[in-house]
């Protein structure tokens, strides 16, 4: 099982950055699939949740309206498009997988808004 982030990096406050999760070893279209983020002296949190088909996705309060998440099943990828970062958006992103009461998680790419 592999799921590789990508598309992390610094950006200046009020800019976009889109990130990419490709998985592989595993049925994608089953499971639902989340970005988590940490930032430095804060605990891990729920960024944003697509269900299996895409039909349904929730957010942090944090982020609605500013990040949208969705996935291509046939690539077996999920993206995180985040527009108008703030600082407060800094942290590493995990991508999780999650089906039933299995998870996988991705390594993390970092995220810095700064100026």
């Known amino acids: 099982v592999q799921l590789v982030e990508s598309g992390g990096g610094l950006v200046q406050p009020g800019g976009s950055l889109r990130l990419s999760c490709a998985a592989s070893g595993f049925t994608f279209g089953r499971y639902a699939m989340s970005w988590h983020r940490q930032a430095p002296g804060k605990e891990r949190e729920l960024v944003a949740l697509i269900s299996s088909t895409g039909g349904t996705t929730n957010y942090a309060d944090s982020v609605k309206g500013r990040f949208r998440i969705s996935r291509d099943n046939a690539k077996n990828t999920v993206y995180l498009q985040m527009n108008y970062l703030k600082p407060e958006d800094t942290a590493v992103y995990y991508c999780?997988?999650?089906?039933?009461?299995?998870?996988?998680w991705g390594q993390g790419t970092q995220v810095t808004v700064s100026s």
């Open positions: 999780v997988a999650q089906f039933l009461v299995q998870s996988f």
